[in-house]
């Protein structure tokens, strides 16, 4: 009887099974031999702003227009929350997304989703560190200006930086190209104490990217940026020889007396009059640098009954109203118009009991759009979405790309994606690292050879 070899069958299945194992090898480490999507999506010149004990902002942008989110957490393997730019999939050049309800000193790890294509640090996700939780800061700084092209256009949606002994604050400009930052929140470099601005004789260096992809510079001294000359986008710009703003102050006035007159007094003031005491008003609805999810708030507080309190907003467009706080001694108001997303300054002023004007100064930061459908907050936890028009685009496998984020960052090089594959939410993405997959196919694969073997001896004995 001719033997017949079973050997071509058992190669064939150790061929497939190395095929396999293989397969699983690459895919756990993420490489994935197709072409990537258009470059044109790939995030570029990421950098971090804004960064204080409780948010950051991550702002970038892209050749062409997008729809991007980020997905973010504590631990490189659990980026269980997303923030949003966008609740309705709008497409942009420039992405700005501000990460709110952090922790103080504590280490936070991001990637971007841009297009359904994720990014990432070559593997790693991004990082950045908030600072300590320190008390509130001196008197805030107002600048504002705008943006224009080479044409005179104005630029919107452009990217402001500004840099201060190392840290970075940022903002958007408005569909008029105009934008407003306030200084009171801006911090040393390591993000341990606030910053100490010289109105005459710090630098502030002003940086924009345009949705065109052009950019500009700037310097100014904060006592001559309220507000800052046009910035020219494809111009670098000098302005700390520009005298300083007289916007906000008060007058000067001189008197000249005629030549031998006495400068004594002829007003009678008798000394058993009573100093009057002063009064006060307190705000109690935020706090400075609070980041705020509504664009029309209501501000609320206290104060001496039947005082008339001036309530101002400062912002692209000012907003001023005067009220009188009721006999109980509390008081509300709410912004009577909807506030651009970005940085603000509430005042209120008032005169007290002496006759003198006392005012009270907040910044705030209006976080783009109300509540989105994923929230940038401790308890926004990915959960598997809804398919709606306005549902943001789900999370999908990492790709790589090559960049840095630090506390205080320069623009990264571009990076580069690799082909992801769409997923049907992002519930079921896989743990970076997880050896599940790799064990449960292993083991499959040996079953199968035991199996095989077994085959084949059973068929030898019967033909011997």
């Given amino acids: 009887m001719i033997k017949i070899s079973k050997i071509p069958t058992i190669l064939g299945i150790l061929i497939l099974l190395a095929g396999v194992i ?21 995030p570029k010149d990421i950098r971090m702003s804004n960064i204080t004990d409780t948010s950051a902002t991550i702002s970038w942008i892209t050749a062409d227009q997008t729809s991007d989110f980020v997905f973010w957490g504590t631990s490189q393997g659990s980026l269980g929350k997303v923030g949003n730019e966008s ?18 000193s504590t280490t936070y790890f991001y990637k971007i989703n841009s297009n359904g294509g994720n990014f990432d640090n070559n593997g790693i996700p991004w990082q950045f560190t908030t600072g300590p939780a320190i ?3 001196q008197n805030s700084i107002t600048v504002s200006g705008s943006v224009i092209t080479s044409s005179g256009a104005p630029s919107k949606r452009a990217i402001v930086y500004i840099t201060i002994d190392g840290y970075v604050l940022s903002t958007l400009t408005s569909d ?16 341990t104490a606030f910053a100490q601005i010289d109105p005459s004789q710090t630098t502030l260096s002003i940086s924009v990217e345009g949705e065109s992809g052009n950019t500009a510079t ?32 008060n007058p000067n006035a001189s008197l000249n007396l005629p030549q031998g007159s006495s400068q004594e007094s002829k ?17 109690e609805s935020i706090q400075q640098g609070e980041t705020i999810t509504t664009n029309q708030p209501q501000f609320f507080g206290k104060g001496p009954g039947r005082e008339k309190i001036t309530i101002t907003i400062h912002s692209e467009n000012p907003i001023s109203e005067s009220l009188m706080i009721p006999q109980s001694g509390s008081w509300s108001w709410s912004v009577p118009t909807p506030l651009s997303a970005g940085s603000h300054t509430i005042t209120i002023s008032w ?19 109300e509540i989105p459908a994923f929230t940038a907050s401790q308890s926004s936890q990915i959960q598997t979405p809804t398919p709606a028009p306005t549902t943001a685009p789900t999370p999908t496998p990492t790709t790589a790309a090559i960049a840095a984020a630090l506390p205080t960052i320069a623009p990264t090089s571009t990076p580069v994606e690799i082909s992801p594959t769409p997923i049907a939410s992002p519930a079921s993405l896989p743990v970076t690292g997880d050896l599940t997959p790799t064990i449960f196919l292993s083991i499959m694969g040996l079953i199968i050879i035991v199996f095989s073997f077994i085959v084949w001896k059973s068929a030898e004995n019967q033909n011997a």
Avoid: C, M, W
Wanted: no cysteine.
């Fill in 176 to 191: 008029g190209g105009n934008f407003v930052l306030q200084l009171g929140s801006a911090r040393t470099s390591d993000l």
């Fill in 267 to 283: 007003f009678n003031v008798s000394t058993s009059s009573a100093t009057p005491t002063s009064t006060s008003v307190i705000l």
């Fill in 22 to 42: 293989a397969g699983v090898y690459f895919l756990n480490r993420a490489q994935i031999f197709n072409a990537g999507a258009s470059p044109t999506v790939t």
């Fill in 135 to 137: 008390t509130e800061g």
């Fill in 87 to 104: 609740t309705s999939d709008q497409k942009y050049f420039t992405h700005s997304i501000t990460l709110t309800g952090l922790s103080p």
């Fill in 351 to 369: 005169i007290d009991a002496s006759g003198i004007t006392r005012s009270l100064t907040r910044d705030f930061v209006v976080q783009a759009g």
């Fill in 218 to 249: 700037a310097q100014v001294y904060p006592q001559s940026a309220n507000p800052v000359p046009p910035l020219i986008l494809g111009q670098s710009q000098d302005f700390r020889s520009l005298p300083p703003n007289q916007t906000g102050q």
